[in-house]
């Protein structure tokens, strides 16, 4: 059973910084990209870091470039968002996927919310 669990999400003030966690199992994560997304509300869901199975060459949106960072162990099937600096724009909730050729799994998310 695959399975994509995130965790990690809260309130955090303006400038503050969490770390969210993506526990992956059901199936082989060090072959597949793992990515997070996020969803504010009434938005569209956007992709926010990606990182790839071979070499785990990282990419992100602009928005969060210098403040954001993605990582995974591949040992424990874990991939993190490190995110600093985090701005009340960014409140939403935040999803991990996993993708490989036509094999794509989403996480059920887990809410940051940013405010005073």
């Known amino acids: 059973q695959v399975q994509l669990v995130e965790s990690g999400g809260g309130l955090v003030q303006p400038g503050g910084s969490l770390r969210l966690s993506c526990v992956a199992s059901?199936?082989?994560?060090?072959?597949?990209?793992m990515s997070w997304y996020r969803q504010a509300p009434g938005k569209e869901r956007e992709l926010v870091a990606i990182i790839t199975s071979i070499g785990g060459s990282t990419s992100y949106v602009d928005s969060v470039k210098g403040r954001f960072t993605i990582s995974r162990d591949n040992a424990k099937n874990t991939v993190y968002l490190q995110m600093n600096s985090l701005k009340p724009e960014e409140t939403a909730v935040y999803y991990c996927?996993?993708?490989?050729?036509?094999?794509?799994?989403w996480g059920q998310g887990t809410q940051v919310t940013v405010s005073s």
């Open positions: 996927r996993a993708r490989l050729y036509s094999s794509d799994y």
């Open positions: 059901g199936f082989f994560f060090s072959a597949y990209t």
